[in-house]
C-alpha cells in the first residue's frame, strides 16, 4: 500500500460506522466500494491504527475475488514496520439495496455476508453476487473519469480498474445484464431523465457506455436482439446500436417495425428523430420529435430534442417557447460517500507516472483567479440546467445577444410593459378576456399527428409571433441600432445589453381566479406567453459570461495591437499575462458559449503555463477533428500518465480516443508514434495497455 492512495482514520473503524449510516440516504448506484485495512506495528502488538480506501472496477462476483483483491493488498505492502491483520471489502448491490461485505482475518478465515439499511446482516446468496457483480461493472463505468480530470478530484482515495478485460469477462457482464435486465429500472437513471423506464436507465447507460467505448457492436446487437423478443420497446435500443455500428439499413429498418407497433413510444420517436437530425433532414425529423413531445410531455429529454431541432431550422421564437415548456429537475448528484475527517491523507506518486509535465499540475491556487471569474454561476449548472443553458448559448451564437433580445419581448410579457400596461389601462371597461388567460395558456403543444407545417399549434404559435407589436424605445430589450447581430462577439466596443426581466407568474393571476379589472385589455401583449422563472434567469447568466467573454476579448485584441506596434512578430501572451487557473476557465467560458477557436487559444495559453488535463482533452479534441493523429497521441499519453498519477488505471473516453486513433491509423502505426516519443519508457508503457485492450477485444485495426 506504499505506492497506493490511502487514507488514515482518527478512529479505527469509522469508516465502517460512517458507511453504515448512509446506507438508508442512498438512491441509485451506490458509492465506491469500500476497502478498509487495520494495521498493527510489528514492535508494538496492541497498537493498531484503521486505514481505507475506494475502489471502482473489482471483480465482485464472489466473496472469493474481493477477498482476493485484500489479500494483494498485503502482499504489495512494502512497510515492514506494519502488518495487516485484517481487511474489511464493502460493494453495495442497487437492486436489493444490501451492503455485500467480505471480511478477511490474516491469518485466519473469510467471511461474507451483507448488510441492509437497517445495519442487520444478512446471508450473501449466489443471486445477490450476480447483482453485486452488475452493479460494480456499473459504477466502474459511471465514477470513471472522462479524461478532463473532473471526477478525479470529486472524491479522493478512488482507485479505477477497467472491470471487463477479455472477453470472457464480458460475455459474464452481458449474460448478467441479460438477466437483469427488466430490473433495470430499479437502478434509477440519468439526472435528465424524469421516470427511470426499461430503455432509460443506469443499467441501459452502462451498456451503451461499454459498447460504444470497447466497439463490441456485435455483441450488443446480440443482446437486444434476444430481449426485444419479449418486448419490442428494446428496439430503440437495438437501433441506436445498429446506427452506431454503420448498419444504418438495419437500424432503420427496426425502427420502421417498432413504430408501426408502437406508434407512441417516445424512445423509439426520439432515435428516429436524431437519426434524421444527424443526417441534416430537420424537416422529417420535426414531426417525430413533436411527437414525442406529445408522448412524454413530462420528460426533458423530448422537449429539449424538439428545441433543437427548431434551433437547426432557424425559428428562434418556436425555439425559445419550446425551451421555455421543458420540465426542469432538481439535479440528483452520484451517491458519494460521506466520510469522516481523517487523521492523515497519503497520494503517493507511483513510479510509473514520474513526468515533469503532469507533476507541475498538483496545485491549485484560487487565489490566483481574478474575482470576476470566480462569479460566474453558469460553470456550476449540471442535469437539465446545463443542457437548457447549452441550447440557450447555442442561439446566440447563431444570431447573437441583441437578436435573442428582440425574439425574447416578442414572445414573452416583459416586465416593463406589463407595469406600462396595467397603468394605462386600468380605468378602461373589463372585456371578456383577461390578460392572465391568454398569458398562461401554455406553449405550443405538438399535434398528435405529426405533421411538421399544419399542426395548429404551431400556426398559433407563429401568429401570434407576428402579431406581436416590436419593442418600442422604452421597452425592456432597447437594443442599439448598430450593435453586431451575429453573434461574433469579438469587437471589445460593442456593449453587452443587460436584459430586464420577464414577468413573474405571481404578478400574473391564473385564468380560473377572479379577473381582476385593473388587469384586463393588455393589448400590448395578449399573444405573448409568461417567462418561466429559471429561464429568465438563465438570460441574467449568460448576460453575465457574454460580459466577461468580451472584456476578455477586448484586452486580448487591445494587447495584440500593443504588441504588433512593438514587434514584427507579436504574440499575445507576451504582454496578456494570465494565471493557469484563469486560463482555464476562460476556456472553459469560450467553450460554453460555442466559441471553439478562442476555447483551444484559452486552453493551450493554459498549458503553456502549467498542465491541466481539462486543457490538454479540449486541444486533442481540437486535434482529433484536424486528422492530426501524431498530435493526438502525444496529448493522449501525457492525458493517460495523469490519469494514473492520480490512480485511475481506466478512462472510457481514452479508451475509445485510442481505439478510434487504432481504427484510423493500425495498432502497428499508433505502438510505433508512442514508442518514438522521446518519454520515460515507463510513461509511454501505460498508453501500450490501452492499445493492447484494444487488440484483447479484436477493435477493427488492432492486427495492422
Request: net charge negative.
Amino acid at each position: 500500500m506504499e505506492a497506493r492512495r490511502q487514507i488514515i482514520e482518527q478512529d479505527i473503524e469509522s469508516a465502517i460506522y460512517s458507511r453504515n449510516d448512509a446506507l438508508p440516504t442512498l438512491r441509485e448506484l451506490g458509492p465506491p466500494d469500500l476497502v478498509h485495512l487495520i494495521k498493527q506495528t510489528v514492535k508494538s502488538q496492541g497498537r493498531q491504527s484503521g486505514v481505507y480506501h475506494h475502489v471502482t472496477g473489482v471483480d465482485a462476483s464472489s466473496s472469493a475475488s474481493l477477498a482476493a483483491y485484500i489479500n494483494t493488498l498485503t502482499q504489495l505492502s512494502s512497510d515492514k514496520s506494519q502488518k495487516v491483520v485484517s481487511g474489511i471489502y464493502c460493494c453495495y448491490n442497487a437492486f436489493s439495496r444490501l451492503d455485500m461485505r467480505v471480511e478477511v482475518k490474516i491469518p485466519g478465515g473469510v467471511e461474507s455476508y451483507c448488510i441492509d439499511e437497517r445495519g442487520d446482516k444478512r446471508v450473501a446468496s449466489d443471486s445477490l453476487w450476480l447483482e453485486t457483480f452488475l452493479c460494480g461493472v456499473l459504477r466502474a463505468y459511471s465514477y470513471a473519469d472522462d479524461g478532463s480530470g473532473d471526477t478525479i478530484k470529486k472524491i479522493i482515495a478512488v482507485r479505477r480498474f477497467d472491470p471487463i478485460t477479455s472477453t470472457e469477462v464480458e460475455h459474464k457482464f452481458l449474460d448478467a445484464a441479460e438477466r437483469l435486465f427488466f430490473k433495470g429500472w430499479q437502478l434509477g437513471s440519468d439526472p435528465e431523465i424524469q421516470v427511470p423506464n426499461l430503455v432509460s436507465n443506469h443499467l441501459t447507460t452502462g451498456l451503451l457506455n461499454y459498447i460504444y467505448t470497447t466497439g463490441r457492436y456485435t455483441s450488443g446487437q446480440n443482446l437486444f436482439e434476444k430481449l426485444r423478443s419479449r418486448d419490442n420497446e428494446i428496439s430503440s435500443l437495438l437501433a441506436r446500436v445498429l446506427i452506431s455500428g454503420d448498419e444504418e439499413v438495419r437500424g432503420v429498418r427496426v425502427l420502421k417495425e417498432a413504430i408501426e407497433d408502437l406508434p407512441m413510444d417516445y424512445s423509439l420517436l426520439d432515435c428516429q428523430a436524431t437519426f434524421l437530425q444527424n443526417k441534416g433532414n430537420l424537416e422529417w425529423a420535426l414531426p417525430l420529435a413533436q411527437r414525442a413531445v406529445t408522448a412524454a410531455p413530462s420528460e426533458f429529454g423530448t422537449w429539449a430534442k424538439l428545441a433543437e431541432i427548431y434551433v437547426g431550422l432557424e425559428q428562434w421564437d418556436l425555439a425559445l417557447l419550446t425551451l421555455n415548456s421543458c420540465p426542469m429537475f432538481t439535479y440528483q448528484d452520484k451517491d458519494a460517500p460521506r466520510m469522516p475527517e481523517p487523521y492523515r491523507v497519503l497520494l503517493p506518486v507511483l513510479p510509473d507516472t514520474q513526468l515533469d509535465e503532469i507533476d507541475e499540475s498538483q496545485g491549485y491556487d484560487t487565489e490566483l483567479i481574478h474575482p470576476s471569474l470566480r462569479k460566474l454561476n453558469a460553470a456550476g449548472y449540471k442535469g437539465t440546467f446545463l443542457k437548457a443553458y447549452s441550447l440557450l448559448t447555442d442561439i446566440t451564437a447563431k444570431i447573437g445577444w441583441d437578436q435573442l433580445l428582440r425574439i425574447r419581448s416578442q414572445v414573452f410579457v416583459m416586465e416593463e410593459e406589463y407595469r406600462s400596461e396595467k397603468q394605462t389601462v386600468g380605468s378602461q371597461p373589463t372585456p371578456s378576456r383577461n390578460a392572465s388567460t391568454v398569458a398562461l395558456r401554455g406553449t405550443p403543444s405538438p399535434g398528435t399527428n405529426g405533421e411538421a407545417h399544419n399542426s395548429n399549434a404551431e400556426e398559433e404559435v407563429q401568429a401570434e409571433s407576428n402579431s406581436a407589436p416590436p419593442p418600442t424605445t422604452g421597452s425592456v430589450t432597447a437594443v442599439e441600432p448598430d450593435t453586431a447581430t451575429n453573434g461574433d462577439i469579438l469587437n471589445g466596443e460593442q456593449s453587452i445589453e443587460k436584459p430586464e426581466h420577464t414577468v413573474a407568474s405571481e404578478e400574473v393571476k391564473s385564468g380560473n381566479e377572479t379577473p381582476d379589472p385593473s388587469h384586463t385589455n393588455y393589448t400590448q401583449f395578449q399573444h405573448k406567453r409568461l417567462c418561466e422563472r429559471w429561464l429568465d434567469n438563465l438570460f441574467m447568466v449568460l448576460y453575465e459570461d457574454l460580459r466577461i467573454y468580451t472584456i476578455w476579448r477586448t484586452d486580448m485584441a487591445r494587447a495584440k495591437a500593443d504588441a504588433s506596434t512593438k514587434s514584427a512578430s507579436p504574440t499575445a501572451n507576451s504582454t496578456y499575462q494570465k494565471s493557469a487557473e484563469e486560463w482555464d476557465i476562460l476556456g472553459e467560458l469560450a467553450e460554453r458559449l460555442h466559441h471553439f477557436p478562442e476555447a483551444v487559444e484559452a486552453y493551450q495559453s493554459c498549458l503553456r503555463v502549467r498542465f491541466s488535463p481539462k486543457a490538454m482533452k479540449a486541444v486533442v479534441k481540437l486535434w482529433e477533428d484536424e486528422k492530426r493523429s501524431e498530435n493526438v497521441l502525444q496529448g493522449m499519453i501525457r492525458l493517460i500518465a495523469w490519469q494514473y498519477r492520480w490512480y485511475s488505471e481506466f478512462s472510457p473516453a481514452l479508451l475509445r480516443t485510442i481505439r478510434k486513433l487504432i481504427e484510423e491509423e493500425g495498432a502497428v502505426k499508433v505502438r510505433s508514434i508512442v514508442q518514438a516519443t522521446s518519454l520515460p519508457q515507463p510513461v509511454l508503457d501505460l498508453t501500450h495497455r490501452y492499445v493492447e485492450l484494444c487488440a484483447t477485444f479484436r477493435s477493427s485495426g488492432s492486427d495492422g
